[in-house]
């Protein structure tokens, strides 16, 4: 790409320099934990119809709804960023899930208790990194400017309560899947 200077704005070549480079970062970036809350929603709708305690198949269903609204929220914010969704991402995040389907697990394209165990730290470890998203998004110019420091607190109490949730979770599966007998 040729950048032309404009003599009428003495350095708007050194600055549109400085912001491409960010905007190349932070597009690539958001786009990967787009992909991530896109494969977590999915993760957690399948554990929940897996489940067949209906209590943690509800609880399942709600964290899913929380994280496919916070999915919609890192959409808006990419829109007020002025950062491009990459489709492919979101294909990505879809295929990536599917494919996670079929890792080793001890036994051929069969659920196993370990299996959950392990779908649970993925989805614990999504929650940990979404966590990290919305601190990170805390520290842009937007941000500092009033833009969004309520929204960007509310998102990372709830990450928090969230993580708490699978945490809690994971360790009843893992009582059940680990534990001789």
């Not at 970036?29 to 992909?35: D, E, K």
């Given at each position: ?16 320099e ?10 690539v ?7 991530g ?6 993760l ?45 991402m ?10 996670g ?9 069969r ?12 989805m ?18 937007e ?7 309520d ?31």
């Open positions: 790409m040729t950048h032309h200077t404009d003599p009428r704005h003495p350095g708007a070549e050194d600055e549109r400085r912001r491409e480079p960010r905007s190349r970062s932070l597009t970036y958001l786009n990967n934990h787009l992909m809350a896109t494969a977590g929603v999915r957690l709708e399948r554990l929940e119809r897996q489940q067949e305690d209906e209590g943690v198949s509800a609880e399942l269903a709600r964290l899913a709804e929380e994280i496919d609204e916070d999915r919609a929220t890192l959409l808006r914010l990419m829109r007020e960023l002025d950062v491009p969704v990459r489709r492919s979101i294909v990505a995040g879809r295929l990536g899930e599917t494919l389907r079929f890792k080793p697990n001890g036994r051929l394209m659920d196993t208790e370990v299996r959950a165990v392990l779908e649970f730290e993925a614990t470890l999504g929650v940990q990194g979404k966590a990290s998203l919305w601190r990170a998004l805390a520290e842009l110019p941000a500092h400017e009033g833009r969004w420091p929204l960007l607190r509310e998102l990372l109490e709830r990450a928090d309560r969230q993580a708490e949730t699978l945490e809690a979770l994971r360790l009843a599966v893992v009582r059940k899947a680990l534990t001789p007998g």
